[in-house]
């Protein structure tokens, strides 16, 4: 397999691409990175590809920056050949990992992505990936901040997405903690939190959706990494009405056990809610996210008055939650918990975390590993869902 890889990419080298496609994933190379600017304010970064590869593009804030994942990519281009502007500081391309080729471009100015999509070769061209940027007025604050979502699709010559309509029946996410290099807590028989939290995902899923009443999205469907922040800017980019994220919980006291529900908040409920916070929203430092820039846009906006609202609803389907969950199984004392869970503050998606038992507890584990047992527990927060849709106006007067 190396040797093919080698001689693979020696081919790609010399032009014979043709030859790699039995093995795109082995093979895909970036030869080029050009930039064109049109009225000062809109910017087109097209990337030469060798093969169609998946992609995944993403904003961060201070400083301004828009990256760009390919998964099964290599570079053919080097760094110091590649275009200087007046409106970027630089470009880097390096290695998440050894398989995934990152292209980080580096604004003066705030810069929010447009759109993205892939064009199959043609006029001379081989395949390119495009990506739209609108660059901001460096006062732009807020609006600078934007995500675009691939979830490592290929999107071919895709027509630019409007905004996703409201429609009538209301949109859950589901936020599967973890996954990929993250494997999140690691139970007594072995067992990682991140599967676990994946299949009881899509098991609410399935109950959901056969209720024909709601819309549902994954912020993952496999097990890769997701950032925090991109979770919750995913909920906000699809409209979701309710986000839910799933957890499961590890401590150094093998005899806790029971279910806990967390919403948002800056002051936590006790040392462990805030413990527990710490070490969920370390996940982003394994990917090496710079998340300094998130701060300021989340103090922000938690001086907004909308937040207040939707922290009221956030707080009003918790307890809904937990009437349901307590009919089945064992909660935790003061089960509806604060803390500053990361994932937790979008400033207009409800948004609640649950921590569905502890992986340190021998009993708990056992039982969450069982889908039985989580189809209990997704059985009831179908019921709760119910609840809050019918009574949420009710949440205002909390
Ligand atoms: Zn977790």
Known sequence: MLVFRRICRFLTALGFAVLCAARPAACASVQDIRLGARDGANVRVVIDLSEKVAFKTFALTNPDRVVIDLPSANFAVKERDLPKKDYLNGVRLGKTDPKTARVVLEFNRGVAIKRSFTLAPQSGFQWRLVVDLELMAKTDGLKQVTTEWYDNSVAEEKKPAAAPARQDKPLIVLDPGHGGKDPGAIGVSGVYEKHLTLAMAKQL????????????????????????????????????????????????????????????????????????????????????????????????????????????????????LMDEIRKEITVLPNSHRFAGFAVLKSPDVPSVLIEMGYLSNKEEERLLRQAGYREKLAKATVRAIDVYFAQKHKANFN
Do not use: M
Not at 216 to 240: G, M, Q
Not at 257 to 273: I, N, P, Q
């Open 205 to 320: 899923r399935a109950l959901l959706e056969k209720t024909g009443r709601y819309r549902v999205k994954l912020t993952r469907e496999t097990d890769v990494f997701i950032a925090l922040y991109a979770r919750r800017r995913f909920a906000r980019s699809v409209n979701a009405d309710l986000f839910i994220s799933v957890h499961a919980d590890s401590i150094k006291k093998p005899q806790t056990r029971g279910l806990s529900v967390y919403t948002l908040s800056e002051k936590a409920s006790d040392k462990e809610a805030e413990k527990l916070a710490e070490s969920e929203n370390k996940v982003d430092l394994i990917a090496g996210i710079d998340l300094s820039g998130e701060t300021q846009e989340v103090t922000d906006i938690l001086i907004d008055l909308a937040r207040r609202e939707t922290n009221n609803h956030s707080s009003f389907f918790a307890e809904r």
